[in-house]
């Protein structure tokens, strides 16, 4: 059984609810944040309501977990939105939102953690991109902007952090039946899975087998890392 203690964001549904639910699994401690309330109840689960774009808010949350907790040894930088629409169609404020709770969410997350993470013994930071990067998908261009934001700051960071010992890679899922492509009509999930190597859907356990790699304690030199699900690269 494992000791760690895993900073989820996003992780009151989908995905990131999937893993906390893993994580818990293994034994971990979780601490979840979302802007809602979470539905886990587990006695090595704590919950904090956030919106990850807010900087006083997440400020407060960091402050309240450095007087609660030793360490972090995980940071998984989950949280995102999307809104399927044709640039040209995208409102302002939309493609603000998606920018910050994207972008600005994880930098604010990374930032807030490192003292946390610096006290680890084998400290990890996992972002989650996605595979609209690589593929360049129509109508989904201020979302594959917002994580090619995050994978060049992944790539980055990974650098800035190496000299103590924490590493930042990314993982880019290919589609997961979650909130985010319920809203996707079922032809064009089906063309875009068809351009996969793996032409699947992925399941939660895809892009935690992806995780668990970053964090293993002998995963040490694997930083700066983009892994992409389905053969898309």
């Known amino acids: 059984m494992s000791d760690r203690h895993v900073l989820i964001t996003g992780a009151t549904r989908g995905l990131g609810r999937s893993l906390a639910e893993h994580y818990l699994a293994q034994g971990d401690t979780v601490i979840g944040c979302g802007r809602g309330p979470s ?53 302002v404020a939309v493609a603000r939102r998606i920018m910050e709770t994207n972008f600005l969410g994880t930098f604010l997350f990374t930032q807030g953690g490192l003292r946390l993470l610096r006290r680890s013994k084998h400290p990890r930071i996992v972002n989650v991109s996605t595979i609209a990067v690589p593929l360049g998908l129509e109508g989904e261009s201020v979302y594959a902007a917002s994580k090619s934001a995050v994978e060049t700051f992944t790539r980055v960071t990974a650098r800035e952090l190496g000299q103590w010992g924490i590493t930042c890679n990314a993982v880019g899922p290919s589609p997961v039946r979650t909130d985010l492509t319920r809203n996707v009509s079922e032809e064009a999930m089906t063309k ?42």
């Open 39 to 91: 539905p886990l109840n587990h006695e090595r689960y704590v919950h904090a309501c956030v919106d990850v774009a807010d900087e006083a808010a997440v400020k407060a949350l960091f402050a309240d977990l450095r007087r609660r907790v030793d360490r972090l040894d995980a940071l998984i930088n989950n949280a995102g939105i999307a809104s399927m629409n044709l640039m040209a169609l995208t409102p």
């Open 192 to 233: 875009l899975i068809a351009r996969q190597a793996v032409p699947r859907w992925a399941e939660p356990s895809d892009v935690a087998n992806v995780v668990d790699f970053f964090l293993r304690p002998d995963s040490g030199l694997v930083t700066g890392q983009v892994v992409y699900l389905g053969g898309v690269a």
